[in-house]
């Protein structure tokens, strides 16, 4: 039954999905202001790696090793995005 409830749901969230022009709306809206999103987004991409590192620092105090991998994870963020991200 439960499965039954489940694509019953699915269906009318599609119906209901189908109705509305939201989503043809956010797509023409993104593709207006695309250098704007693209700048946003490399920003995200050059300094995510900092705030991972912050994150790092402050879960060194509570566990070691997790603390070392985010650690790494920044690090290996900051190696990949210095060769593909250029703030214009």
């Known amino acids: 039954m439960a499965r039954k409830k489940g694509t ?3 269906k009318e969230v599609k119906k209901i999905l189908d109705k509305t022009t939201v989503d043809e ?3 023409t809206h993104v593709d207006e ?3 704007l999103y693209n ?3 490399c920003c995200i991409k050059c300094y995510g790696g900092y705030l991972i590192a912050v994150g790092a620092g ?3 105090d509570i566990n070691f090793w997790v603390g070392l991998g985010l650690l790494t ?3 290996g963020w900051a190696y990949w995005t210095t060769n593909t991200c250029k703030i214009k």
Request: net charge positive.
């Open 39 to 41: 700048k946003i987004l």
């Open 73 to 75: 994870i920044s690090a």
């Open 8 to 10: 019953r749901v699915k």
């Open 58 to 60: 402050y879960v060194f």
């Open 25 to 27: 709306k956010i797509v």
């Open 33 to 35: 202001n695309k250098s």
